[in-house]
């Protein structure tokens, strides 16, 4: 080979490893990616769900999809998706502290508030419309956020919402099947694991918030109840148990593995006790692969943002990302799929409700805040 051929290679060479470099660099998310998409979302939610004239939100955009119930036409928001709302806003206001988004939230949820006895507590809708039913795992959502705002203002108007939400959940206990929580009020028909896996959290969070151990034993009770009852052979959990006969509800959801896999963390940092971090681990991997192992997410955007709650928390005490990265898969084919020109997410039914926004917005503002502490630009 002579010089010339020598250099021609080298130059070849240097090009393709350049050209490389540069497909490279495109395919890597720029820094901020996921903030710039939380933001976006936001403002689009804010823009099309938000009733500028009525001050509510609409549950869906198409109003074919709102429901007709007690003879109302329930056009504005069910309390559930403002509970993804407060939460979402919640992790916004932790990255963004010049964004207070979390009062109105809280505001837009006040004529959902019902003091009817025996606690009071929030109900499904709008109560001078259309007075419904009142759900405990809705109120234990609101609890959750309200001792995590708490934890992070020390305002102890958070604190006293969340002792509220406590004590009406409280009032969904009693020893039909040996325990555990209904899942709404008046209906004693099934106890589910997404009454009893917030309610784990809620009373932990209690405890921690006063150090009263009455706290920390009604949430074991919960939470060895809810093991017994309806954890399924993998390790992941069923949906509920009817009480009359004892039979399962089979279906099994991505949030009630978070809200049992954040139980277990939360029992690991305030007992010591290995063997709550183990079952966290074995939680972790059992999700992962059930959930992520196909690339798209296989239930709602909401349901998946509770389990992202649970991974996130384990990343205190297991360092590996397989589970943050797992469900980043799903995250980056959603954006790339499923969002349309106006910056929504879509279905194969059209545009998702709030509840699905809400439950993406709060996956957003989540991975906005890992994005700037761990390195995510090679399993983009």
Partial sequence: ????????????????????AVITKEHKPKKGFYKNEMKNLHTAIESHFHDSVSGYYFVDLDPAK????????????????????FEATNEIEKIDKNAPLVKNILKSMQPYYDDAPPKPGYGEYIVNLSKGQRYYDDNQWIGITSLDIYERTG?????NLGKSMYDFMMTASDNALGGGLYWRENDFETKNTCSNGPGVIVALKMYKATKDKAYLENALKIYNWTYEKLQTPTGLFYDNIKVKDGSIGEAV???????????????????????????????????LHYFYSGNKFRDGYWFNAVLLRGYQHLLKHNKDLKYITGFKKCLDNALKENKNEKGLFTGNEGVYNLVEHGGMLEILARFAYLENRYNFADKK
């Fill in 66 to 85: 709102r429901e007709t119930k007690f003879g109302h036409k329930r056009e504005y928001s069910w309390l559930w998706a403002l509970c993804a709302m």
């Fill in 253 to 287: 959801f991505s949030y009630n593995s978070g809200t049992m896999l954040q139980s277990n963390v939360y029992l690991y940092e305030i007992t010591g006790d290995k063997k709550y971090l183990e079952r966290a681990n074995k939680l972790a991997d059992s999700s």
């Fill in 1 to 20: 080979m002579n010089k010339l051929q020598r250099s021609l290679i080298l130059i070849l060479t240097a090009a393709m490893l350049s050209g490389f």
């Fill in 155 to 159: 305002d102890k108007a958070y604190f």
